[in-house]
């Protein structure tokens, strides 16, 4: 089952079933972009909007992007406010958003489906203002390299999704040679308890400033 295919299945239980990187990640946005102050937002595999309203809590604008038509479908039911618009895409092909629109970006659960991720951050450079931020929050490489991905329940049995391992130093090399730099980052445990392996890894990136950057050659 294709990737796109199999979340369309998902949809219909993504929010209600049992999920703790679900539930995780959703603290981790909250906790972590509360530091941050934000008006325009683009939402990366925005799904069926678990992020979305928070988001627009403190933002005058958000736009979510998804290739789940599913997904999009949920999200839309739930937030109907006029100052988000959700949209189906690819994030692997070109974004359809207007250059320097966002003062931050945000991807959740999203780019363990992501191949390769120069081209996210090449984007995302190109999308965020001076200044602005990247925000991540993925499953941890240390639980991928135990076997961890996504995955849910369907009447034939588990339905695991194709996933790729990326490393810390995948997410860090690419912020730097897209014109990132690290603010922070953060692992994330169950029930907080850091004896066991973290669940999540966020980082918060933020875009050079190109004035700052030309007057340093």
């Known amino acids: 089952m294709s990737i796109e295919k199999a979340y369309n299945s998902w949809a219909r239980q993504y929010d209600t079933n049992k999920n703790k990187t679900r539930d995780l990640d959703i ?8 530091k941050y102050k934000f008006k325009y937002v683009l939402e990366l595999g925005c799904g069926t909007g678990k992020n979305t309203s928070w988001l627009l809590s403190r933002a005058e604008q958000v736009i979510g992007l998804d290739f789940s038509q599913e ?10 406010d ?9 994030i692997n092909k070109e974004w359809e ?10 991807s959740s659960l999203t780019l363990e489906h992501i191949d390769n991720l120069n081209p996210i951050f090449n984007q995302a450079n190109q999308k965020i203002i001076g200044n602005g ?9 240390f639980k991928q390299y135990l076997g961890s991905k996504a995955k849910f329940e369907t009447e034939s049995g588990v339905e695991e999704l ?15 040679n897209n014109g990132f730099e ?3 980052i953060k692992e994330w445990f169950d ?25 340093n050659y």
């Open 133 to 141: 931020i990247f925000f991540i929050s993925e499953l941890h490489p």
């Open 71 to 80: 997904m999009l479908n949920i999200a839309k039911k739930k937030t109907t």
């Open 162 to 176: 194709k996933v790729f391992i990326h490393h810390i130093s995948d997410y860090v090399d690419s912020a730097e």
């Open 82 to 90: 006029s100052r988000v618009e959700f949209k189906r895409a690819d």
């Open 27 to 34: 603290k981790a946005t909250i906790e972590t972009l509360s």
């Open 182 to 184: 690290l603010l922070e």
């Open 191 to 215: 029930d907080n308890s850091e004896k066991k392996i973290p669940r999540l890894i966020s980082f918060v990136f933020r875009k050079k400033n190109e004035l700052l950057l030309k007057n």
């Open 97 to 106: 958003i207007k250059n320097q629109f966002a003062d931050l970006v945000t």
